[in-house]
């Protein structure tokens, strides 16, 4: 049984269907993200039976329920449900515990030999939860909100080069988020050449030079919001997808809830997705793995970045090494389709993240050549300059609620850094502030960044027995 996506007449993630008002700056029309609402069974793309057996498993945790409830908790048309409920009715998994005036107004539960139906579903998978997308319909919504669009011709422009799509960030956008980050603008360049074209990106250097926090922040940049399913049936498997943790929900969020109804509420609306992992990593992250105890599977690691940004941390620290982990990496970083199975087998999705590596190891002691020379984009972050240092520091104080005086400053780069040979890492300032906040909480007075209370938190640093003597911050990644 196959399933089809309907969407607005606008046919974009980010545009506005014809005669409707456009949207205020920042906001996004929900009907052109996701699909129509199924209205029958066949819509769904699902087989009876796998969403019978999930019927049974709510109403075996719920008891009686009423029919808006079981649509809620389904995701699904209280069409589609009634359609089911009929035919389960027919065969004695359920009846009507009660009914009211309107056609709406009924509650359901399971007769006797529909609780044993439900124990033996539950038995062989505890998954309960919103119904399934097929893998076709998620398949075709990866592609439609990729990042990597073909090349666009601008209107009017007849002959000549074409232009690539708006990809990634403005210029002005990256600069605006980076401001106060310290790097050097050449860097933000190149950064911002990796977000445009979507390719692999390596972050190296020292511990404490801000890569995990910019790998971090990149995901901010991607623009607009896209559609995440709750779960995807692949082969005979529910598969539990959207996490809000990895998924999280666009600002601002709540406008049109009388127009969501008319869409398919088995998909989430998201920010772009950011997966990130660090020492962890193994290779059955990156595969389609059960849980023997629920009968769960569990999706890889790719196909919940897809659409977003994969970042693995820490590479040449992971539980596995990292030349076991190649030939998984080598498929994404040519966008391959990832096939799910352990061992290279099973069903085949798109690979539509974009991919940064992140190791404070020299990235030739970590990969071959031939691996290297097939990562889009090297960065190197180490010591920042002075100016960039002071910017954070400031940065820092800001977010922190603390005033920031000048010639505090001068005295912890001139006096501290400078003295002690200690580098202008990234880790400092919000390592120091944070401390000076432990001592002036634990003292029960107003945290306030004084030469005093610098000295106190920078000498608590280098007491730790665990750095140099030129108290590097050792084991800090900002």
Request: glycine fraction near 10%; hydrophobic fraction near 45%; include cysteine.
């Amino acid at each position: 049984m196959s399933e089809t996506l309907s969407f607005t007449a606008s046919g974009s993630v980010f545009g506005t269907a014809p005669g409707r008002p456009a949207m205020p700056a920042g906001e996004f029309e929900i009907a052109a993200i996701l699909p129509r609402q199924p209205r029958t069974l066949s819509d769904t793309g699902l087989d009876p039976q796998l969403l019978s057996a999930l019927v049974l498993k709510t109403l075996h945790s719920t008891g009686r329920a009423p029919l808006p409830l079981l649509a809620g908790k389904l995701r699904l048309s209280i069409s589609v449900l009634r359609e089911l409920l009929n035919a389960m009715t027919v065969e004695q998994h359920v009846e009507v515990a009660w009914s009211g005036d309107s056609d709406i107004d009924v509650q359901y539960q399971l007769t006797a030999i529909g609780q044993r139906a439900a124990r033996a579903c539950l038995d062989a998978c505890r998954y309960v939860g919103p119904a399934p997308v097929t893998l076709a319909a998620y398949r075709m919504m990866v592609e439609r909100q990729s990042l990597r669009q073909p090349l666009l011709r601008p209107p009017g422009r007849e002959g000549g080069a074409q232009l690539p799509a708006s990809r990634g960030p403005t210029p002005s956008a990256l600069a605006a988020l980076l401001a106060e980050d310290g790097l050097d603008p050449g860097l933000r360049e190149l950064l911002g050449a990796a977000l445009h074209a979507q390719r692999p990106l390596l972050l190296h250097g020292p511990t404490g030079s801000g890569k995990t926090t910019l790998a971090r922040r990149l995901a901010r940049l991607l623009p607009g919001a896209v559609a995440v399913p709750y779960a995807i049936l692949v082969g005979q498997h529910i598969v539990p997808f959207h996490d809000p943790l990895r998924h999280p929900a666009p600002l601002p969020f709540g406008r049109q809830q009388e127009e969501r109804r008319s869409c398919d509420t088995r998909w989430a609306i998201c920010q772009r997705p950011l997966v990130h992992v660090g020492a962890e990593l193994d290779a059955a992250m990156l595969t389609l793995h059960p849980d023997a105890e629920s009968g769960v599977h569990h999706a890889p690691l790719q196909l919940q970045a897809n659409n977003g940004i994969l970042v693995l941390d820490d590479l040449g620290r992971s539980r596995a090494p990292a030349a076991d982990l190649l030939a998984a990496w080598l498929g994404m970083l040519d966008g391959a389709p990832a096939r799910l199975g352990a061992g290279g087998h099973g069903e085949t999705v798109p690979f539509d993240a974009m991919l940064v590596l992140v190791t404070n190891l020299a990235p030739d002691s970590v990969f071959d050549a031939a691996f290297l020379r097939r990562i889009g984009y090297r960065i190197g972050l180490g010591p920042l300059p002075e100016p960039g240092y002071r910017a954070v520091l400031r940065r820092a104080c800001r977010l922190h609620g603390i005033d920031c005086d000048e010639a505090v400053i001068d005295h912890l780069v001139v006096r501290l850094h400078r003295a002690s040979g200690t580098p202008l890492l990234a880790c400092y300032p919000h390592e120091l502030l944070g401390r000076v906040l432990d001592f002036a909480g634990f003292a029960g007075t107003e945290p306030r960044l004084t030469v005093a209370a610098l000295e106190q938190a920078w000498n608590s640093i280098c007491a730790s027995g665990s750095v140099p003597a030129s108290c590097p911050v050792a084991g800090i990644e900002p």
